[in-house]
């Protein structure tokens, strides 16, 4: 592990802070395997994380000069892609409890693909979203051309994705990009707010309705049906809802995190 990825830790929910200011927090491969490794780990205790960077950036995307060799005849710009940050992106997709990103500065390229993957994206005026891959020749990773037309629609994502402009956050949230604006100096305690609240939550509903959305997102109507039905029944056989269900008979608040 390096020191590239800091863990805070504040009650039930942990931050996982990019931590490279030389860089603006451009990722390398072993940053990406190590947020990775993180996540999993993390999850295990927490009940909700949230993705941070700095003031100036949460991250300008990947490192290219640690990523690709003098001699690039015979490099494989994809291979990086198979090994390390896909993975890391299936394993945002699958993890357990909410994901909340506070987004400051820039979040580009495989960058802006981790803060858009999160549940709830907190983004400050200032900030910008940026899918700059066109400038150099190659085309957006991370999933970041399933996120951005799912997100805004085809339209939109192309403009974002030909054009290479910056997205600034009060456009991104109009466009839907977005969950919550403010201002720059309130983006952590913003998300820290609603990662709290998130742990308070019932953590085995939250994880449910986690996987049932990321599968949706790639079903008929019809297997949507089926998967609401399999996984309402996994829900109902929880101590979270007996204690809902509880709460609610009691007309009383539900303490899911007893």
Same mark, same amino acid.
């Given at each position: 592990? *390096?020191?590239?990825?800091?863990?805070?830790?504040?009650?039930?929910?942990?931050?996982?802070?990019?931590? $490279?200011?030389?860089?603006?927090?451009?990722? *390398?491969?072993?940053?990406?395997?190590?947020?990775?490794?993180?996540?999993?780990?993390?999850?295990?205790?927490?009940?909700?994380?949230?993705?941070?960077?700095?003031?100036?950036?949460?991250?300008?995307?990947?490192? +290219? &000069?640690?990523?690709?060799?003098?001699?690039?005849?015979?490099?494989?710009?994809?291979?990086?892609?198979?090994?390390?940050?896909? %993975?890391?992106?299936?394993?945002?997709? $699958?993890?357990? !409890?909410?994901?909340?990103?506070? !987004?400051?500065?820039?979040?580009?390229?495989?960058?802006?693909?981790?803060?858009?993957?999160?549940?709830?994206? !907190?983004?400050?005026? $200032?900030?910008?979203?940026?899918?700059?891959?066109?400038?150099?020749?190659?085309? %957006? @990773?991370?999933?970041? *051309?399933?996120?951005?037309?799912?997100?805004?629609?085809?339209?939109?994502?192309?403009?974002?994705?030909?054009?290479?402009? &910056?997205?600034?956050?009060?456009?991104?949230?109009?466009?839907?990009?977005?969950?919550?604006? !403010? $201002?720059? /100096?309130?983006?952590?305690? *913003?998300?820290?707010?609603?990662?709290?609240?998130?742990?308070?939550?019932?953590?085995?509903? +939250?994880?449910?309705?986690?996987?049932?959305?990321?599968?949706?997102?790639?079903? /008929?109507?019809?297997?949507?049906?089926?998967?609401?039905?399999?996984?309402? &029944?996994?829900?109902?056989?929880?101590? @979270?809802?007996?204690?809902?269900?509880?709460?609610?008979?009691?007309?009383?608040?539900?303490?899911?995190?007893?």
């Amino acid at each position: 592990m *390096t020191d590239k990825i800091l863990i805070e830790s504040k009650g039930a929910v942990t931050t996982l802070r990019l931590n $490279d200011p030389a860089t603006m927090n451009s990722l *390398t491969p072993a940053m990406a395997r190590e947020l990775h490794e993180r996540l999993v780990e993390e999850a295990k205790t927490a009940r909700a994380i949230v993705l941070a960077g700095s003031e100036r950036a949460f991250s300008t995307g990947a490192n +290219l &000069k640690a990523a690709i060799p003098q001699d690039i005849a015979s490099f494989d710009v994809g291979e990086t892609l198979e090994q390390d940050y896909n %993975p890391l992106m299936l394993a945002i997709r $699958d993890l357990s !409890v909410p994901l909340v990103s506070a !987004v400051n500065g820039v979040a580009a390229g495989v960058g802006a693909s981790i803060a858009l993957s999160c549940d709830i994206i !907190v983004a400050g005026r $200032d900030a910008y979203f940026l899918e700059a891959f066109a400038r150099i020749g190659l085309i %957006p @990773d991370g999933g970041a *051309t399933w996120l951005l037309t799912r997100a805004v629609g085809r339209v939109r994502a192309m403009e974002m994705m030909l054009l290479a402009e &910056k997205i600034p956050a009060p456009q991104a949230f109009d466009w839907g990009l977005i969950t919550r604006l !403010v $201002d720059n /100096d309130a983006v952590e305690a *913003t998300a820290l707010e609603i990662a709290q609240r998130l742990a308070e939550g019932p953590s085995s509903s +939250l994880a449910l309705i986690r996987r049932a959305a990321w599968r949706a997102a790639d079903s /008929d109507f019809e297997s949507t049906l089926g998967n609401e039905r399999e996984w309402q &029944k996994q829900a109902g056989e929880t101590p @979270d809802f007996a204690e809902g269900l509880s709460a609610f008979l009691e007309k009383r608040p539900a303490r899911f995190n007893e």
